[in-house]
């Protein structure tokens, strides 16, 4: 048995422990008169032990694409499977506290679409706060796969804009070359940019997938599948590209986009002086459209003809040439036409397949013109013209003498 005085010691004892951890150092001053005694406790302190159970969930900033007209809010993410579930929030306090499981799937953010090509998941909004919270979790465990954070300050808005565009193109233009028109490109000598009213086609790297051509039927011609804000379609040397139609004459072309602007190549068009009009329907991520119409209008060359007149003689033919075997002659004289090609590569060719009718007063006969460039004699950007005029020697036979003019006109063509 423990004495008496032991249980008192032991007592005092537990109770200058209990006095040292309130009070860790205590000056006593007896008597201000006196010398004073300074009185220090037992320092002693005793480890203590902690035992947390931490799980901590970090978010991940996330772009969020709003278009305010539709009440959509899109996200972009680094990965989506059919697997994955969602669930849109401003409340950050969504799991329980012992599990990683989501406690509650109601949410007034409706899923509106899932783009698993693209990776973007799209969501209906009646309000935005200033941040939201995207949960990604098993659709099957319900277990947290990723926490997003979306914050109101780093948002992209989608608008539905529209625009009337023309895309002209000047004599400096050669078939083929690849021009760039962009809003910023002030300077272009051989493409002008005109908005007659609108917008300027906007492509956007991240928000943009898809640029849908339709023509002025509204007819789907082709679609560009854009990746970081590029695709391209037909725009090469092939001589097949993209074809528009304004009544019966065509437009040859090719099209493209990078660094939001755009990239026309003229390949060929029958008629040069028509404008060939066409949609483009800008597709975003989260399925709204921007419709653009736009109007294609090519290079008309002013090309100079450096003689507008030529000279047949018959009396002085150059040759004779046997039709058949009936012996019918016909006679040939040529003559030549100097063309200033400003370097294009042209074809050449008279109307009414080179049929002409040639008059002297009252006096008439027809001849028959041909035209043919002659490489031999065409020099850098000036081109020569073979022309051959035949007439029917019996047709002349009993024609008075004198000069017969007739009227045709020469076509040219730039051979793309």
Do not use: C
């Not at 001053?29 to 406790?41: Q, S, W």
């Not at 305010?68 to 329980?96: A, P, W």
């Not at 092939?238 to 090719?254: C, D, H, P, T, V």
């Amino acid at each position: 048995m423990f004495s008496f005085k032991k249980i008192m010691i032991f007592n005092i004892f537990l109770y200058t422990l209990s006095f040292s951890e309130d009070i860790p150092n205590t000056l006593i001053l007896d008597n201000p008169n006196k010398p004073i005694t300074t009185v220090e406790t037992i320092k002693k302190k005793e480890k203590a032990e902690l035992n947390l159970n931490i799980k901590k969930v970090s978010s991940f900033e996330v772009d969020g694409y709003v278009n305010k007209n539709k009440k959509l809010i899109s996200f972009v993410l680094d990965e989506l499977i059919t697997e994955d579930g969602f669930y849109l929030t401003n409340n950050k306090e969504i799991f329980n506290e012992h599990t990683r499981k989501v406690k509650d799937y109601s949410s007034s953010y409706a899923i509106e679409k899932t783009d698993y090509i693209n990776k973007v998941i799209t969501f209906k909004y009646n309000s935005l706060p200033q941040e939201l919270y995207l949960i990604k979790y098993d659709s099957k465990t319900k277990e947290l796969k990723k926490l997003y954070k979306w914050q109101e300050q780093y948002t992209r808005y989608i608008d539905s804009q529209k625009g009337n565009l023309v895309f002209s193109f000047t004599e400096e233009y050669k078939p083929f070359e690849i021009v760039n028109f962009s809003i910023n490109r002030t300077i272009n000598t051989k493409g002008n940019l005109e908005i007659k009213n609108g917008s300027y086609l906007r492509v956007d790297p991240l928000l943009t997938k898809e640029v849908i051509i339709k023509n002025s039927k509204g007819e789907r011609i082709d679609t560009i599948a854009l990746k970081n804000g590029s695709g391209f379609l037909k725009l090469d040397d092939s001589k097949k590209g993209i074809i528009l139609e304004n009544g019966s004459s065509i437009l040859n072309f090719g099209v493209g986009f990078r660094n939001n602007e755009i990239l026309f190549q003229i390949k060929g068009t029958t008629d040069s002086s028509k404008e060939y009009p066409m949609t483009f329907e800008v597709v975003n991520l989260d399925g709204t459209e921007e419709v653009y119409n736009i109007n294609v209008k090519p290079a008309q060359y002013a090309l100079k003809i450096l003689n507008n007149s030529i000279n047949l003689d018959f009396n002085k033919p150059d040759k004779y040439q046997s039709l058949n075997e009936a012996e019918e002659t016909e006679l040939i004289s040529k003559s030549e036409i100097l063309i200033d090609s400003k370097d294009l590569n042209i074809k050449v060719e008279f109307i009414n397949n080179g049929v002409i009718r040639l008059k002297n007063g009252e006096n008439s006969l027809n001849g028959k013109l041909e035209a043919q460039l002659d490489s031999n004699l065409s020099k850098g950007k000036i081109k020569t013209v073979q022309v051959t005029g035949k007439v029917k020697k019996e047709d002349v036979k009993n024609m008075p003498d004198g000069d017969y003019i007739g009227t045709t006109e020469l076509i040219i063509i730039v051979d793309s």
